[in-house]
């Protein structure tokens, strides 16, 4: 059974920085592109970033863009959202996400979900 925990997530002033894990286990991920969303109150979960197995395809959303970073350690189970420069538009549950194959904007192309993990940016 796959299960991705996230962690990390935290109250931080604007221009302050987080950085999120999620820890994938239950299988062997060979092959599994990993991702991050974020879902805002009373909006859709939207894609934030995601990264191929090799870690050698990244794709970010165009509102994070020069500020998060994707990565994912060498054992490929663990990814990490580095978030720098943080607004408070940023503010939302940051879910990580796993699928087979390359990885996609798409978030019905995943699998499998974690909980999410809250992060809140005051002004």
């Known amino acids: 059974q796959v299960q991705l925990v996230e962690s990390g997530g935290g109250l931080v002033q604007a221009g302050g920085s987080l950085r999120l894990s999620c820890a994938a286990s239950?299988?062997?991920?060979?092959?599994?592109?990993m991702a991050w969303f974020s879902q805002a109150p009373g909006k859709e979960r939207e894609f934030v970033a995601a990264?191929?197995?090799?870690?050698?395809?990244?794709y970010y959303a165009d509102s994070v863009k020069g500020r998060f970073t994707i990565s994912r350690d060498k054992a490929k189970i663990t990814v990490y959202l580095q978030m720098n420069s943080l607004k408070p538009e940023d503010t939302a549950v940051y879910y990580c996400?796993?699928?087979?194959?390359?990885?996609?904007?798409?978030?019905?192309?995943?699998?499998?979900w974690g909980q999410g993990t809250q992060v809140t940016v005051s002004s």
């Open positions: 239950g299988r062997t991920f060979t092959g599994y592109a």
């Open positions: 996400a796993t699928r087979y194959g390359p990885p996609v904007v798409g978030r019905r192309a995943y699998d499998h």
């Open positions: 990264i191929s197995w090799g870690a050698s395809i990244t």
